[in-house]
């Protein structure tokens, strides 16, 4: 995600089932 412009901030392991969901912020 760093590619698209985003900085990961956050991973939350509880957010999805099948994943881990990603807090992004928009640089």
């Known amino acids: 995600y ?6 990961v901030v956050d ?3 509880d957010a999805y089932d ?4 990603l ?3 928009l640089e």
């Open 2 to 7: 760093e590619s698209l412009g985003f900085s």
């Open 11 to 13: 991973r939350r392991a």
């Open 18 to 21: 099948d994943g881990d969901a």
């Open 23 to 25: 807090v992004l912020r």
